[in-house]
């Protein structure tokens, strides 16, 4: 007697380990996204110690590189969400698989597109 899909609890292990590796993706480009962003003021202070006068406040396109990274990141959390969530549901988990245990995982993914726009807008508003 074989299992079909929505019975196998393998198949609901593996939609929640695919949505840990999109957060995962997501979160590391929001974080080289934020080196890329500071990556240009690091080199505004080192041109200042070499000359030791004051230089541009230009950080060039890094910053904007670096948030364009980051909101890709955003975007990826957020449709990595909308697409596990589709699947759990298309699944029809059953207890101890139920709601709350696949929840937690958009959850993470939600605060961390939350903190990603955060972390975007304030470098293009507040640390320019």
Same mark, same amino acid.
């Given at each position: @007697?074989g299992?079909?899909? =929505?019975?196998?609890?393998?198949?609901? #292990?593996?939609? *929640?380990?695919?949505?840990?590796?999109?957060?995962?993706? &997501?979160? $590391?480009? @929001?974080?080289f996204? #934020?080196?890329? $962003?500071?990556f &240009?003021? +690091?080199?505004? *202070?080192?041109?200042?110690? %070499? *000359?030791?006068?004051?230089?541009r406040? =230009?950080?060039?396109?890094?910053?904007?590189i670096?948030?364009?990274?980051?909101?890709?990141?955003?975007?990826?959390?957020?449709?990595?969400?909308?697409?596990?969530? %589709?699947?759990?549901?298309?699944?029809?988990? *059953?207890?101890?698989?139920?709601? %709350? =245990?696949?929840?937690?995982?958009?959850?993470? $993914?939600?605060?961390?597109?939350?903190?990603?726009?955060?972390? $975007?807008?304030?470098?293009? +508003?507040?640390? %320019?």
């Amino acid at each position: @007697m074989g299992l079909n899909s =929505s019975e196998d609890p393998r198949v609901r #292990f593996a939609i *929640e380990r695919t949505l840990l590796a999109w957060i995962r993706t &997501g979160l $590391a480009l @929001m974080g080289f996204g #934020f080196v890329v $962003a500071r990556f &240009g003021l +690091f080199l505004r *202070e080192i041109e200042a110690v %070499r *000359e030791a006068a004051p230089v541009r406040a =230009s950080t060039g396109l890094s910053l904007w590189i670096g948030t364009a990274l980051i909101l890709l990141g955003v975007v990826v959390n957020l449709l990595v969400s909308a697409e596990h969530v %589709r699947l759990m549901r298309q699944v029809r988990s *059953e207890p101890p698989y139920g709601v %709350r =245990s696949w929840l937690m995982g958009v959850a993470v $993914a939600l605060v961390l597109a939350i903190l990603g726009i955060a972390m $975007a807008v304030y470098l293009v +508003f507040v640390a %320019r």
